[in-house]
């Protein structure tokens, strides 16, 4: 079970997004990965905040 930190918030609720854009980056052994998009639509919620730590499973958005 690794644990990551959500380092920044790239989108907002309400944004529409493609596949593959920028959604957050996240910080693991003080590497920061850009989490991108799996879908197109419209992020419907955010579930994490800057600087709340996560696992491997966790759900950070959710994506219409």
Do not use: F, H
């Not at 989108?11 to 997004?17: H, Q």
């Not at 957050?24 to 992020?43: F, L, R």
């Not at 996560?54 to 958005?61: C, E, F, I, R, T």
């Amino acid at each position: 079970y690794d644990v990551y930190r959500i380092k920044t918030e790239v989108t907002e609720a309400g944004a529409k997004v493609d596949v593959d854009d920028e959604l957050m980056v996240i910080e693991a052994m003080k590497m920061q990965n850009i989490v991108y998009s799996p879908a197109a639509g419209t992020v419907k919620e955010i579930l994490v905040q800057k600087g709340d730590k996560v696992g491997d499973d966790a759900l950070l958005l959710v994506i219409e």
